[in-house]
């Protein structure tokens, strides 16, 4: 069956660059979901889209932002980015806002 | 605010030694309970979901159950392969955010 896909899978960035991360849902399902996970920690929320249409929002800095796209596809901008940003980032995906299928991550190292 | 712990933060078993770990939450209006797995480096994958008081439900060695205030995952006679991370999360119904615990490291030592 089809995952959630993500790109690209690693970054290296350095302090004050900008990041976009992609995600690519499950086909058909009309949520998105991003997360950052930082060593050691769970999943915190950043941000959700549904049928392209901000529909949540966590806490998710001002130098973050994000879209969908017509195809569903979404993108995490990350602007000016800290230190404290490395982290895994995660998008999931899901249909009627029941489970929610995560994608293998993209790892941001920022040095 | 939605609160989840979970317990033990880690846990070593022996093959085959059978156990529980334990979610405990508190949600303003449940909507749902989830499990995930996770290894090192991973996306959660997804085990489970329950969505009322007294609902139980089961995969290979792994069973989930559900009451008003905790959630607990049962693993039998466990596999060095089920050694992971186990997650447990709730959303409400004024959103559709998941609000994760920290997490049970779970080792299976053979």
């Known amino acids: 069956a089809a995952g959630v896909i993500q790109s690209p899978r690693h970054l290296i960035k350095e302090k004050r660059e900008t990041a976009t991360l992609k995600c690519y849902p499950i086909p058909r399902h009309d949520t998105v979901y991003w997360y950052q996970q930082g060593p050691g920690q769970d999943p915190q929320f950043l941000i959700s889209f549904y049928e392209k249409m901000q529909s949540d929002k966590g806490s998710i800095p001002d130098r973050f932002s994000a879209q969908q796209f017509s195809d569903y596809h979404s993108e995490l901008n990350m602007s000016s980015l800290e230190l404290g940003d490395s982290a895994l980032y995660f998008c999931?995906?899901?249909?009627?806002?029941?489970?929610?299928?995560f994608g293998p991550g993209t790892r941001l190292t920022v040095t | 605010e939605d609160q989840v712990t979970q317990s033990p933060e880690a846990l070593r078993l022996q093959e085959g030694e059978s156990s529980s770990l334990n979610c405990s939450y508190t949600?303003?209006?449940?909507?749902?309970l989830f499990w995930y797995r996770q290894d090192p480096g991973k996306g959660p994958e997804f085990l489970f979901t329950?969505?009322?008081a007294g609902e139980e439900k089961e995969k290979e060695r792994l069973k989930a159950t559900l009451t008003k205030k905790e959630s607990f995952l049962h693993i039998t006679a466990p596999k060095p392969e089920d050694s992971a991370t186990y997650l447990c999360a709730v959303s409400n119904f004024g959103n559709e955010k998941l609000t994760f615990g920290t997490g049970t490291r779970l080792t299976i030592i053979p």
């Open positions: 999931a995906s899901s249909l009627d806002s029941y489970e929610q299928y």
């Open positions: 949600v303003s209006g449940l909507r749902g």
């Open positions: 329950l969505y009322s």
